[in-house]
């Protein structure tokens, strides 16, 4: 039973362009959560969706940042015109059920040149 | 609120030692609290976690108490490894349904052999 699944694990984006986060929860699992961490600090939240929902985007900075979870196929966090402060790491959970334990994918590590 | 910090406090331990890792949250009405593991480059892992009608639970070689009059959370291990030397973060249940996770600022735990 395959973990959490993120990808890239690295990506290396100029200022100005779009960086695209792909995120495919454990089997069974359809409820993902998306987390940022900056170095030596805790995650943070960002957004929580079901399958074609967004249930809870909170965290999420109002421009530029935008997430979905179609019905078939990963998560995906998009990021749009990336600045050097968004430079993170950005970590997707899934849980079975609202409420429930989540598990973290390994993360994907963006750097804004 | 959240913890941000730019330093992480670090708990050194000699191998075989008993290792106690604390935490303060900030939401009283909180009622599902976990403690994650974090290694270098990986994403969070679980641990042990706790509901708040209990005040102690127990697992493989860790415990956790959670003391709700003061908001405070204890990881203690038992025997500390070498391969327990990582980032600990508890996290505390927020939003409207408990769907997100609030982080701790993360303590260092160093296991010398």
């Known amino acids: 039973n395959a973990g959490v699944m993120q990808n890239p694990r690295h990506l290396v984006r100029r200022r100005g362009q779009e960086a695209r986060l792909r995120c495919s929860p454990m089997?069974?699992?359809?409820?993902v959560y998306w987390y940022r961490q900056l170095p030596e600090e805790g995650l943070k939240f960002m957004v929580y969706?079901?399958?074609?929902?967004?249930?809870?985007e909170s965290g999420m900075p109002k421009e530029r940042f935008s997430a979905e979870f179609p019905k078939e196929g990963p998560s995906i966090l998009r990021i749009q015109q990336v600045v050097r402060g968004d430079s993170a790491a950005y970590f997707c959970?899934?849980?079975?059920?609202?409420?429930?334990?989540?598990?973290f994918g390994p993360g994907t590590r963006l750097t804004v040149l | 609120g959240e913890s941000v910090g730019l330093h992480l406090p670090t708990l050194s331990v000699q191998e075989g030692d008993n290792s106690i890792i604390n935490c303060a949250y900030s939401?009283?009405?909180?009622?599902?609290f976990i403690w994650y593991k974090q290694e270098s480059g990986k994403g969070p892992q679980f641990i042990i976690d706790?509901?708040?009608?209990?005040d102690k639970r127990q697992g493989q070689r860790v415990t956790v108490l959670l003391n709700k009059t003061v908001k405070h959370l204890s990881l203690q291990i038992a025997a500390t490894q070498p391969g327990d030397s990582a980032v600990y973060f508890c996290?505390?249940?927020?939003?409207?349904?408990?769907?997100?996770?609030?982080f701790g600022a993360g303590t260092i735990l160093r296991v010398k052999s």
């Open positions: 706790i509901r708040s009608n209990m």
């Open positions: 939401n009283s009405a909180s009622d599902y």
């Open positions: 959970a899934s849980s079975q059920l609202r409420g429930n334990e989540q598990f």
């Open positions: 969706l079901q399958k074609e929902n967004i249930i809870d």
């Open positions: 996290a505390e249940t927020g939003g409207e349904y408990g769907n997100k996770l609030v």
């Open positions: 089997k069974g699992h359809s409820h």
